[in-house]
Antibody, heavy 120, light 108 residues
Framework: EVQLVGSGGGLVQPGRSLRLSCTTS????????MSWVRQTPGKGLEWVGF??????????EYAASVKDRFTISRDESKSIAYLQMNSLKTEDTGVYYC???????????WGQGILVTVSS | EIVLTQSPATLSVSPGERATLSCRSS??????LAWYQQKPGQAPRLLIY???TRATGIPARFSGSGSGTEFTLTISSLQSEDIAVYYC??????????FGQGTRLDFK
């Protein structure tokens, strides 16, 4: 059974950092691209970014709203994807989903969602 | 950036009846469109990709169609487990990948 379990969310002050983790099982992690999508009341579903699998260079792409603040990485040995969020803003508040996909652009397997609240 | 507009915002359909959801794009493209279903408290689930290909395990009552700027998700006979919010997503012109704002489907 494919599973993606997110962790690391919580309440954080503006300007601080937070790292989300997505622990996966039930599929060959190295074959999959990993994406992050967030959901906010104001903007609905918003693509955050993705990281390609190693066969495609393990490179990443980001939405303009998070570029230079957020970094996606992956640990092949642990089958975990990460979302490092720096310089957080109140508008980053939302539920963050990690997704594993064979086709990076088609969001195939979703994790359960991680709540991030940025507030002073 | 491609903007997707879904209509209607809320759709009420009787059990067993057909539900037709629309997704309109600001730019024309062929088939790089997906549909997702989200039930309360759950993550979205992939239903359709390539505008018309059902994902693994998706019942045959779900079908997708369209190209250009007009796309449609059809549920041929609405079941209770289909009550959810439905989102379209384009992956033709990226970054960014973009989503529609969703259509809430409920029983009449």
């Amino acid at each position: 059974e494919v599973q993606l379990v997110g962790s690391g969310g919580g309440l954080v002050q503006p300007g601080r950092s937070l790292r989300l983790s997505c622990t996966t099982s039930g599929f060959t992690f190295g074959d999959y691209a990993m994406s992050w999508v967030r959901q906010t009341p104001g903007k609905g579903l918003e693509w955050v970014g993705f990281i390609r699998n190693k066969a495609y260079g393990g490179t990443s792409e980001y939405a303009a709203s998070v570029k230079d603040r957020f970094t996606i990485s992956r640990d092949e040995s642990k089958s975990i994807a990460y979302l490092q969020m720096n310089s957080l803003k109140t508008e980053d508040t939302g539920v963050y989903y990690c997704i594993g996909s064979l086709d990076i652009l088609i969001l195939q397997h979703w994790g359960q969602g991680i709540l991030v609240t940025v507030s002073s | 950036e491609i903007v997707l507009t879904q209509s209607p915002a809320t759709l009420s359909v009787s059990p067993g009846e057909r539900a037709t959801l629309s997704c309109r794009s600001s730019h024309s493209f062929s088939s790089n469109l997906a549909w997702y279903q989200q039930k309360p408290g759950q993550a979205p689930r992939l239903l359709i990709y390539g505008a018309s290909t059902r994902a693994t395990g998706i019942p045959a009552r779900f079908s997708g169609s369209g190209s250009g700027t007009e796309f449609t998700l059809t549920i041929s006979s609405l079941q209770s487990e289909d009550i959810a919010v439905y989102y379209c997503q384009q992956y033709d012109n990226w970054p960014p990948i973009t989503f529609g704002q969703g259509t809430r489907l409920d029983f009449k």
